[in-house]
């Protein structure tokens, strides 16, 4: 087999056979098909695309050139969540503690933010002592003890996918449905969870800007994850304006806890909620109660429990910014666009994000939001805080905003997104 044949035969639209895929795959994560090679294919793959029986063959491929996790011996059946990436987008942080102390165990194995969408794993690392790289067996200690464990996937779990997703992220190559799909399936089927729900972000701060897009990619990921034996449902939510009302890493901590509290924005307690019984339904818990798990307090008990277990201290400080810039109405009526990507570019250019993966982040830098879409606003109040350690970057943060933040005459009627858009 020779690479040259296999980027000729998708460059001029035909079809890859199971060899071709098994064997380019293999090549590459061996590195005997070079970076160059590799992203002419994917980017010959994002402009002519793959039909299933490539999608899921690509997929099979990647999961066989790692190692294949195995959670059947635990005592409690196994439900995860994926979120293909928005802005604000702590909702795994409330929603593993909710569904363990539902009665499931929730192997959370999350990444790290690139761009303008933040990661989980930095998040947690704003709580003092928190590890995210634990050994397997580490792993399933803390998932046999408190119910839940979030931590960085180990190298050897779709190692194929590792090399090409880093390709993908410097080639403009990440935007392509089957890739897409491929690479979140393969690490989630890899990883062994019985059952998975999948939270497709729509609008400006996701990979699919619209709706047809993102349903096709729900599809796709549904499909795969149903043909390898995983119950697979997604949920499309809106991503056109960040999720709650916070964006960076050590302010999401805070609002996650306080969504545990039993407070925190409506839009994350809903999408926690509706999240939470889908992944019970998939998990075969259809009478446990996530709503009963939040106010006894039985969920912030396995929170406590899970940080504690991976080496954080609950109940310690959250790292605050050094430097705050108010950002204030400058006319008053309806709050109708505060674009996710907007605000997302901003937080990242706070500190909150990386621009290349060895990159460190900053713990309290980030966005605080004083009003969301549909609020009547008067000008002069307060819209927005921003956080940075590095203060000569509010400038940079403020140009990328412009533009974000929209109102209309008072008087105007604009009803939000719902949160959760289809199923
Ligand atoms: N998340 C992934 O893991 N892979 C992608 O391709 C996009 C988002």
Known sequence: MDVISVIRTKRDKGELSPEQIDWVIDAYTRGEVADEQMSALAMAILLNGMNRVEIARWTAAMINSGERMNFAQLSRPTADKHSTGGVGDKITLPLAPIVAACGAAVPQLSGRGLGHTGGTLDKLESIPGWRALLSNEEMFGVLESTGAVICAAGDGLAPADKK????????GTVEA??????????????????????DVKVGSGAFMKNIEDARELAATMVGLGTDHGVRTVALLTDM????????????????????????????????????AREMLDAAGLKDADPVKALADGSAMDVWRRMVAAQGGDPDAALPVAREQ???????????????????????????????????????????????????????????????????????????????????????????????????
């Open 240 to 275: 056109s304006t960040p999720l709650g009302l916070t964006a960076g890493n050590a302010l999401e901590v805070r609002e996650s806890v306080e969504v545990l509290a039993g407070g925190g924005p409506q839009d994350v307690v809903d999408l926690t909620l509706a999240l």
């Open 164 to 171: 090409l997703y880093a390709l993908r992220d410097v080639t």
């Open 177 to 198: 449905i089957p890739l897409i799909a491929s690479s979140i399936m393969s690490k989630k089927i890899a990883e062994g969870t019985g059952s998975l729900v999948l």
């Open 325 to 423: 810039h108010v950002v204030h109405a400058s006319e008053s009526g309806v709050l109708t666009t505060l674009d996710a990507y907007a605000v997302g570019v901003a937080a990242w250019r706070l500190g909150a994000g990386r621009a290349r993966k060895e990159d460190r982040v900053q713990a309290g830098a980030g966005i605080e939001l004083h009003a969301k879409p549909g609020d009547r606003i008067t000008a002069g109040q307060r819209l927005m805080t921003l956080h940075t350690d590095t203060p000569e970057k509010f400038e940079y943060a403020l140009e990328a905003l412009n533009g974000g933040v929209l109102t209309a005459p008072e008087g105007t009627e604009f009803t939000p997104n719902p949160i959760v858009l289809g199923r």
